[in-house]
């Protein structure tokens, strides 16, 4: 927190001011003034203005009730809706005839990307990387702060090991390493280098903690976290997020372990508070604070407000308990003022970093621009990026020169709604589909289109003879198969993993052409589709890729991009296996494919399929072949607080360039509480031309083989395996022992 403090007073604040002409504002304060100015408010602030602090709603529009009620400080912050001339209009009345002139906090979800829609979350963890996330973060928090918007609720850091529970597509997936990473690179791209540079925007660590753990993967439904899985796993990119500067943090629907995260103080107060330092302010979920009534932890509204405020929460959105009950229960000396003064004081320490209160809060803010040709390349190469190849076979892809007439056939083809995702915030008119640009790309006479079903979930067989009859006249066919933005996000859970509708029924009738079949899935979350892929030469699969998806897979697809994404989550065989992740526990019986227990019945494994995933963590093909060879370890002993290196030397032994994600993971044999099979430690994208090779080494600090044990991060000595790899089922394998 240290070093992100002495950013605030970077010189970037300056010069825009300066170049903003806005003498009043020559430098940016520094945290101690800020503490001061914090200190002049408050001591003016009257219990309704501190409790319209702490309050935050959606916008609407400007009316002159609305504009009433900023002018008595009734409101804090609102999101969704409003133009930006209102937003800018209800902020000088905030500014310039609020009593105080306290500005407003103006929120968005914006969630990847404003105008410019880059892939949804799980599809940007598929990219493996985080500098060119941070870059897309960097080009929505533009776009954002030039509509007039100030903070992003996001980045989504959920740990997402259910693919039944619709938000995974707006996760980073399974893994908390991986998962910190990008976390930490949204954040980065939004904040920039100071708060109040006027193109930087406040980010919010969301869902604080454990929605990703729903039993069953059922919307909004109940967690039971252990402990020590709460803060390995759950907590580490809040964590992570919070080191680097956070500014906010949004508390979850779920119940936790018998107390909702919105009212829970061992997570909100004890962990992010006193444990992290956490000084940005935490605001509820969406009538979080209202739902403590119906999931049984408050009474009614005023015991909502008491046990809200107390749990840890400073701002409420759109419940407004805080408001209606925050005075009686002060009166009635049940609420603590002080919990107040502190909330409020949170929540103007950011008002007062994003340099609010001075040139950025009364800049010009209009309506979105369409994105700029810069923007479009980002999000084109991060598409890309995120295209993982699962199945290539005899080289199908990329198309060859052989392929002169192509057959398009599905419903995902030309959807441009459906490929930007769950909750894309700009409008999908400026999507480009996989269609339009193979037709650019190979010219349209060249490309033939058949939707076959109307939409994913169509159920119908009425397309099936035209999608089939194109696919005979063809070379090759391209079925874009998987799921509407729709069927994932918010409240988009399904007990089924299968591709909806009649899809597969397609797939079976296209095949009856007999030519080679390429299947694009696009999703929002890992699928079941083992028969579709069995038929088909090769399958990519895309996370609902944004507006640039069409062009990037196109690029794949011809071989002009070569796919470089990874799973960033286990895609389960049959949705039966769920929960299926990478890092779980051994058991006393673990099965095996190999060797006598293969054939053990009393091992840990079904009856009726397969133990292992159809796709592993960390997988995907490329167009060239890699190999591994030369693991080191440098030394047989680490010390507790020392490190050694890992290395292994990857080639390129095919005859195109590609890119290689190199992992390292490490397992603990033995340790006073259980550890996973495998945990990711570190991992590396490398590029490498036909016939070149790299070394590619890791540090491996001790303090990379910490684990909790409930409150304790303890590191224990002991016999350690470490493999270089590039997934998580395979690799080089070496060790060394921990020692003290
Ligand atoms: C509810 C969602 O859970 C959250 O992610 C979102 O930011 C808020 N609604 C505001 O739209």
Redesign the pocket.
């Known amino acids: 927190m240290k070093a992100m403090r002495n950013k605030w007073i970077s010189g970037a604040a300056l010069v825009a001011a300066a170049l903003a002409g806005t003498a009043t504002i020559m430098r940016a304060a520094t945290p101690v003034e800020i503490e001061k100015k914090i200190d002049a408010l408050m001591a003016r602030m009257t219990v309704e203005e501190k409790l319209g602090q702490m309050s935050q709603t959606t916008f609407g529009e400007l009316t002159d009730q609305r504009k009433e009620e900023i002018r008595q400080g009734r409101w804090s912050s609102f999101?969704?809706g409003g133009t930006a001339a209102e937003k800018m209009e209800a902020q000088r009345i905030a500014l310039k005839e609020s009593r105080l002139g306290i500005p407003l906090i103006f929120g968005e979800?914006v969630i990847h990307g404003k105008t410019t829609t880059f892939p949804i979350p799980l599809g940007q963890a598929a990219s493996w990387d985080p500098e060119l996330v941070r870059q897309a973060a960097r080009v929505a928090a533009r776009e954002t702060a030039a509509a007039g918007t100030n903070w992003t609720?996001s980045p989504?850091m959920d740990i997402a090991r259910d693919p039944r529970w619709g938000r995974i597509a707006e996760s980073f997936g399974e893994d908390p390493l991986l998962a910190s990473r990008m976390a930490v690179a949204m954040v980065r791209g939004y904040q920039g280098d100071s708060l109040d540079a006027p193109d930087s925007i406040a980010a919010c660590a969301?869902?604080y903690v454990g929605y990703g753990a729903a039993e069953a993967g059922r919307e909004y439904n109940t967690t039971w976290i252990p402990e020590n899985l709460l803060r390995d796993v759950y907590l580490a990119p809040f964590h992570a997020s919070v080191e680097a500067g956070v500014a906010t943090i949004?508390s979850a629907?779920n119940d936790l372990n018998g107390v909702p995260a919105s009212a829970n103080a061992f997570t909100l107060r004890q962990i992010l508070r006193d444990e992290w330092k956490f000084n940005g302010f935490v605001v509820s979920?969406?009538t979080s604070i209202a739902e403590l009534v119906p999931h049984g932890y408050a009474a009614d509204g005023a015991d909502a407000a008491l046990k809200g405020i107390r749990g840890g929460v400073d701002m409420e959105?759109v419940s407004s308990d805080y408001w209606d009950h925050g005075k009686e229960l002060i009166a009635a000396k049940k609420l603590d003022p002080k919990l107040v003064d502190e909330a409020v004081r949170d929540i103007l320490r950011i008002k007062f970093r994003l340099g609010l209160f001075g040139a950025k809060g009364l800049a010009t803010a209009s309506a979105p621009a369409p994105p700029t040709a810069a923007a479009l390349e980002t999000a084109k190469k991060l598409a890309a990026e995120s295209l993982v190849l699962l199945k290539n076979e005899n080289g199908a892809l990329p198309l060859g020169q052989s392929a002169h007439t192509i057959a398009v056939v599905g419903p995902l083809a030309d959807s441009q709604r459906d490929q930007i995702g769950t909750w894309a915030n700009g409008p999908a008119d400026s999507a480009v589909t996989p269609l339009t640009a193979l037709r650019e790309a190979l010219g349209a006479g060249n490309v033939m289109y058949a939707p076959g079903l109307k939409n994913s979930r169509d159920e119908s067989h009425d397309g099936f003879a035209v999608a089939t009859a194109l696919a005979r006249r063809s070379d090759a066919v391209l079925l874009f198969l998987g799921e509407e933005a729709s069927m994932s996000g918010?409240a988009g859970s399904r007990a089924y993993l299968d591709l909806p509708g009649a899809q597969e029924a397609l797939v079976n009738d296209v095949a009856q052409a007999g030519k080679p079949m390429i299947v694009v899935i696009l999703a929002g979350r890992p699928l079941t589709f083992h028969n579709v892929a069995s038929k088909a030469a090769a399958v990519l699969y895309s996370f609902h890729p944004g507006t640039m998806g069409g062009p990037a897979i196109a690029d794949v697809l011809l071989g002009k991009a070569a796919p470089a994404g990874r799973l960033p989550v286990t895609f389960p065989r049959t949705v039966g296996q769920v929960p299926i992740y990478y890092d779980h526990m051994n058991t006393g019986r673990p099965p095996s494919e190999t060797g006598p227990e293969a054939s053990d019945r009393f091992r840990s494994k079904y009856l009726d399929v397969s133990f292992t995933p159809e796709y592993p963590f960390g997988f995907g093909l490329a167009y060239t072949t890699f190999h591994y060879d030369d693991l080191h370890v440098s030394s047989a002993e680490m010390p507790i607080g020392g490190n050694l290196t890992v290395s292994a030397t990857v080639s390129n032994t095919g005859k195109t360039e590609g890119d290689e994600v190199v992992q390292l993971y490490i397992r603990q044999l033995a340790a006073s509480l259980t550890q996973p099979v495998r945990e990711l430690k570190d991992f590396r994208r490398v590029h490498l031309k036909p016939g070149e090779k790299q070394t590619v080494e890791f540090t491996l600090k001790s303090s990379d083989l910490a684990f909790h044990n409930g409150a304790q991060l303890v590191t224990e000595p002991g016999q350690f395996q470490v493999w270089i790899a590039p997934d998580s089922s395979s690799g080089l394998r070496g060790g060394f022992e921990l020692v003290r």
């Open positions: 999101f969704a979800d609720f989504m969301k869902h949004m629907f979920d969406y959105m918010e």
